[in-house]
């Protein structure tokens, strides 16, 4: 029996549709490339999942981007912001967690928006009452126009820096900041409390975060010094930059004089050529005499 005509150029249709559809895929550059950063900061982490969208001759704010309402800030899905630990974003306080970045840019001001729905495409469903916070900013004008988003942790310190974002000629910064005192405290007495005590971690955690009560730390390198003789020079100029801070100027110039004293029998000499440096400098600093 012969195939009807018009069910063969279906059939004929069909092979020819699947054949279209099995074509090799072509790797090619992509309009707005898909960024993930991680970034280390307080005693956790900051991370930030977006897509760069670039001008190609043309007007971001205004343009592409209208002006008083809600953006993605990016392209494809939704900007996603993670915290590693409670942090402090513009001021107001931020639970650890992953949220939608949203922003609505002004030609001015702008709010930066966090939201709990990070599975949106865009911003096309957002829902307000999803919102966690919502922070006025000021919007700058860079020197140098740039050609695609960015988004990034700018004058980073221990426990502070900048979430900014910058495209075209403009930059918006927001002063995000962590309280890593009572996590790292808190790990310094459990940690006490065991066979590895972390001495020498512990006292520079004192003296890099300006504990008010220094004592602890000082009492920490002695069990350091005595524990690990061997690296007494060490603990010893750890000890004096300690007593330094506490404003005991003979008592540092004597621990820093003792660490040159161990670092006699090293063998090390990059050690000996770094830490008679450092002593040397520290006892120039209180007023001793190597």
């Known amino acids: 029996m012969t195939t009807p005509y018009p069910l063969a150029l279906a059939g004929l249709a069909l092979l020819l549709a699947s054949a279209a559809h099995a074509q090799t895929p072509l ?6 490339p898909a960024v993930k950063i991680r970034e280390a900061f307080s005693t956790s982490f900051v991370e930030l999942n977006y897509s760069r969208p670039s001008l190609k001759g043309r007007t971001a704010f205004g343009g592409l981007v209208p002006y008083d309402q809600v953006w993605r800030t990016g392209a494809n899905t939704v900007t996603k912001i993670r915290f590693g630990e409670a942090v402090t974003l513009g001021g107001q306080a931020v639970p650890a967690g992953t949220y939608a970045l949203l922003t609505i840019p002004g030609k001015a001001n702008w709010t930066v928006i966090l939201n709990r729905d990070t599975a949106q495409w865009g911003a096309y469903e957002y829902k307000q009452s999803l919102d966690v916070l919502h922070l006025p900013a ?24 900048d979430l900014t974002l910058a495209w075209e000629r403009v930059q918006v910064a927001i002063p995000l900041t962590a309280n890593p005192d009572p996590i790292v405290l808190a790990q310094i007495r459990e940690a ?12 520079q955690y004192y003296y890099n975060s300006n504990q008010p009560d220094l004592t602890p730390a000082v009492g920490w390198l002695d069990e350091y010094i005595k524990a690990t003789p061997a690296s007494a020079y060490y603990g010893y100029y750890w000890k004096a930059k300690l007593l330094q801070k ?16 161990a670092l006699g029998t090293n063998k090390n000499e990059i050690a000996k050529a770094e830490y008679t440096r450092l002593n040397t400098q520290l006892l120039t600093e ?5």
């Open 27 to 32: 790797t090619v550059p992509q309009p707005s």
């Open 192 to 203: 006490m409390k065991g066979e590895k005590k972390p001495y020498v971690a512990a006292a």
């Open 246 to 261: 506490q404003g005991k100027n003979q008592d540092a110039a004597s621990a820093a004089r003792k660490s040159l004293d």
């Open 286 to 290: 209180v007023g001793g005499r190597k």
């Open 138 to 161: 000021k919007a700058t004008k860079l020197a140098n126009p740039q050609e695609s988003l960015s988004l990034s942790l700018e004058n980073l310190r221990p426990a502070a820096a």
